[in-house]
T-cell receptor
Framework: ETGVTQSPTHLIKTRGQQVTLRCSSQSGHNTVSWYQQALGQGPQFIFQYYREEENGRGNFPPRFSGLQFPNYSSELNVNALELDDSALYLC?????????????FGEGSRLTVL | DQQVKQNSPSLSVQEGRISILNCDYTNSMFDYFLWYKKYPAEGPTFLISISSIKDKNEDGRFTVFLNKSAKHLSLHIVPSQPGDSAVYFCAASAQTGANNLFFGTGTRLTVIP
């Protein structure tokens, strides 16, 4: 059983650019969510996808968008990058939308915006 | 608006002794609570959870206690081992909407050999 994998692990962008982060969910998991972890903070919920549709969103502006594909892999896109977007972006999956329980996290993509 | 709070950023404990990590929450709609452990350069990994219908859940060396009236939970690790050194995050969720997790800011536990 493969775990959650994310790419790239590290990247550097400049303010105003756009970035795409990728995630492969754990096998059998059809719900994926993305979290932002700023330095010294806990992860903060960005949004969640279930069956290729967004079904929940945290307090993040529209320039944060996502996609989920039929194979349950996912992308996080951030447009017009700002310095405060520098953070670790974590992808997490779980077996079903209604399952309350543990999330399975990837190792994260560390984004630095200069 | 931090709905889950971990007021101790760090904790040091001698090997073999008990580690107690604390967490407070403000949202009375939270009904499921989890603890995650995070090593450097790794994603958080699930440790233990508790539903609001219980006040204690035990798994080996790890026990989570929930006090709903005080909106407080704690994680006890006994005996503590050097391999337990990590950042511990408390998280909470409500059975509505996206069922997403609200995390605290974490407590860095150091177990001294």
């Amino acid at each position: 059983e493969t775990g959650v994998t994310q790419s790239p692990t590290h990247l550097i962008k400049t303010r105003g650019q756009q970035v795409t982060l990728r995630c492969s969910s754990q096998s059998g998991h059809n719900t994926v969510s993305w979290y932002q972890q700023a330095l010294g903070q806990g992860p903060q919920f960005i949004f969640q996808y279930y069956r290729e549709e967004e079904n929940g969103r945290g307090n993040f502006p529209p320039r944060f968008s996502g996609l989920q594909f039929p194979n349950y892999s996912s992308e996080l896109n951030v447009n017009a990058l700002e310095l405060d977007d520098s953070a670790l972006y974590l992808c997490a999956s779980r077996p079903s939308r209604g399952h309350t329980g543990e999330l399975f996290f990837g190792e994260g993509s560390r984004l630095t915006v200069l | 608006d931090q709905q889950v709070k971990q007021n101790s950023p760090s904790l040091s404990v001698q090997e073999g002794r008990i580690s107690i990590l604390n967490c407070d929450y403000t949202n009375s709609m939270f009904d499921y609570f989890l603890w995650y452990k995070k090593y450097p350069a790794e994603g958080p990994t699930f440790l233990i959870s508790i539903s609001s219908i219980k006040d204690k859940n035990e798994d080996g060396r790890f026990t989570v206690f929930l006090n709903k009236s005080a909106k407080h939970l704690s994680l006890h690790i006994v005996p503590s081992q050097p391999g337990d050194s990590a950042v511990y995050f408390c998280a909470a969720s409500a059975q509505t909407g996206a069922n997403n997790l609200f995390f605290g800011t974490g407590t860095r536990l150091t177990v001294i050999p």
